[in-house]
């Protein structure tokens, strides 16, 4: 069974690929060998006992669906895919799976390896939506267009301005995110309690290891401090809410009454089942619709952050699903505005004939100068 009627209208299929329950179980035991052999590198365990656990890790075969229904009872997914483990080895291998470890090392660090892989999807598409916006910032900085305040007409300003704060919206929040991600994107490995205790002083190492081969930042333990997923998730609401001006602005320019601005035509989007001849901004849809549930999902992580202790009852669990749902709504408000970006269309006619109409003028004042300087400072 799945839900891709729920999340496929509202994220991409790589996005999906991420967070779905295969690469969560791939993650979960590249954490495990990992761990082997970092504590075979420090003397902790054996290089005998460490190469039969990274074999386990990738031979024992794990169904998603059975592994969710133990995780349900267990209450976090790492105590049964551990047991498998287990199950699979004999003797003083089976006991040094998992040495030095707990259930939210595992949680955490499959979290923060998503993530990344995450992020770096992400911005792929958040850089198209602003190479593109620049590019039409450019081409319309000395184009007189009615300017519009709390929803009524203002003064000219240059169409190219509305497009250039859109891409400097969209641009910090990619830049912002991408930080986020650097600085918080780390290993977790602190044990029960946070200690380290039980791998003979060599923790700190055993995890810089980790962190070097599974690609994440080394840390100390974090179990209770938050603060890393709060900033990730944020940036996140706030990437959405940048993408979900443009396509404010975009449905009411698209409108029949203005025009001034189309998505681009594409086979199968924008119709209507009861009405033939309409031309729906699908994109702006997909965009807004995320933007409407992110700031919701992002109050839950800031929520968590009073921790309890050591390691919290009920937070820490909350985050997971949280931070996946944030990373699938900006996955497909990204792609559908790059998509729009790239292929907009803009009637100059329409432009035109709308300010004439409103009878202020064309007098765009330094437009055209800040246009310049809003996509110079992306470009620098």
């Known amino acids: 069974m799945t839900d891709l009627l729920r999340t496929r209208p509202a994220t991409t299929p790589a996005m999906l690929a991420v967070f779905d329950d295969d690469a969560t179980i791939a993650h979960a035991l590249a954490f495990e060998a990992a761990l082997a052999r970092a504590q075979a590198t420090e003397g902790v365990i054996s290089g005998e006992l460490a190469r039969a656990i990274v074999d386990a890790c990738t031979s024992t075969a794990i169904g998603a669906a059975e592994l969710a229904e133990e995780a349900a009872l267990a209450g976090t997914l790492a105590i049964p895919l551990v047991a498998r483990l287990r199950a699979s080895l004999g003797g003083d291998a089976k006991n040094a799976v998992h040495k030095g470890a707990t259930s939210q090392d595992v949680a955490d ?3 923060m390896l998503q993530a990344r892989a995450a992020t770096a999807l992400l911005l792929t598409d958040l850089d198209r939506i602003v190479d593109a916006l620049g590019r039409l910032a450019m081409h319309h900085a000395e184009t007189p267009a009615v300017g519009r305040t709390l929803l009524q007409d203002a003064v000219p300003v240059a169409f190219g301005l509305r497009i250039a704060h859109w891409m400097v919206g969209v641009a910090d929040a990619a830049e912002r995110l991408r930080r986020d991600v650097e600085d918080n994107a780390r290993i977790q490995l602190g044990g029960a309690a946070g200690t380290r205790a039980g791998l003979g002083g060599a923790g700190l190492a055993v995890a810089s290891h980790m962190a070097e081969e599974l690609g994440l930042a080394a840390s100390e333990p974090w179990h209770a401090r938050r603060i890393g997923i709060a900033a990730i998730g944020t940036s996140l609401a706030i990437a959405i809410g940048a993408i979900g001006k443009m396509a404010r602005d975009l449905a009411l320019l698209s409108q029949n009454s203005v025009g001034e601005a189309r998505e681009p035509a594409v086979a199968g989007r924008g119709g209507s089942s009861a009405m033939a001849h309409k031309r729906n901004p699908t994109g702006c849809q997909i965009a807004l619709s995320a933007a409407l549930r992110a700031p919701g999902l992002a109050a839950t992580l800031l929520v968590g952050l009073p921790q309890e202790e050591e ?21 497909g408000a990204a792609e559908a505005m790059a998509s729009v970006a790239e292929a907009l269309e803009i009637d100059e006619d329409a432009i035109a004939r709308n300010l004439a109409n409103a009878g202020i003028g064309t007098d765009i004042g330094e437009s055209a100068a800040i246009v310049r300087a809003l996509v110079s400072r992306h470009e620098g």
Not at 312 to 330: I, K, R, S, T
Request: proline share 4%; net charge negative.
């Open 109 to 111: 660090t499959v979290l």
């Open 311 to 331: 390691r919290g009852l009920g937070g820490w669990q909350a985050e997971g699903p949280v931070l996946a749902d944030l990373f699938l709504l900006a996955a």
